[in-house]
């Protein structure tokens, strides 16, 4: 199993540029959702997925976008990137929505918007 | 105030000491993780307990549930443990996860 995949690993994004950092897992896991890792600041929630057509925001949704047209994979979009977007991005699935099971990440991807 | 808070933020051991990291939390649980992150790499999950003590090579994890409060501890610590570890709650009731900020290790040979 390759677990939960993210790519890119690294990107540089100009003002006002889109893009879409792909994550997919192949374990069927149900529960699938995206963090956001700022420096002195735990892990932050920007949107999740309970099921293939099914997603929610999370803690800081805004200026991203999200869809689960299957169950392996859960893209994350930025529609019009800004300087305060720069952070780590983690990834992650677990097998049900129940939040008492194992949680698997991704590496992260790395994004500065200059 | 954060749900989760860990202490200490910080941690310099030299390499064979014994070291724990704390995880105090506010809400009510239905588990407690503990995750790993290397610098720079992604984050790895450790242990998910729900009560009591689990063990895995030279970590224990240990949780009081009335006292809402749970340890990590590492026995005869090494460099290779360097990292950032983090607590999370799984909030009773919900769908999320609730991180603290996490502890940075450093390991000195």
């Known amino acids: 199993n390759a677990g939960v995949t993210q790519t890119p690993k690294f990107q540089v994004l100009k003002t006002g540029q889109s893009m879409t950092l792909q994550c997919a897992q192949d374990m069927n896991h149900e529960y699938m959702s995206w963090y956001r890792q700022d420096p002195g600041m735990g892990l932050r929630l920007i949107h999740y997925?309970?099921?293939?057509?099914?997603?929610d925001q999370g803690e800081v949704p805004n200026g991203y976008n999200v869809s689960r047209s299957t169950t392996e994979d859960f893209p994350l979009r930025l529609l019009s990137a800004a300087p305060s977007q720069t952070s780590v991005y983690f990834c992650?699935?677990?097998?049900?929505?129940?939040?008492?099971?194992?949680?698997?990440f991704g590496e992260g991807s790395w994004l500065t918007v200059v | 105030k954060n749900e989760v808070e860990q202490s200490p933020q910080n941690l310099t051991a030299q390499e064979g000491e014994f070291i724990t990291i704390n995880c105090s939390y506010s809400v009510g649980i239905s588990a407690l993780h503990w995750l790993q992150q290397h610098p720079g790499g992604g984050i790895v999950s450790l242990f998910m307990l729900s009560s009591g003590k689990k063990k895995h090579g030279r970590l224990i994890a240990t949780i009081n549930i009335q006292e809402k409060h749970s340890s990590l501890h590492i026995t005869a610590s090494h460099p290779r443990d360097s990292a950032v570890y983090i607590c999370?709650?799984?909030?009773?009731?919900?769908?999320?996860?609730?991180f603290g900020k996490g502890t940075k290790l450093s390991v000195i040979p």
């Open positions: 999370a709650a799984s909030v009773a009731g919900s769908y999320q996860l609730t």
């Open positions: 992650a699935s677990r097998q049900t929505v129940h939040s008492g099971n194992t949680i698997y």
């Open positions: 997925s309970v099921g293939a057509g099914i997603t």
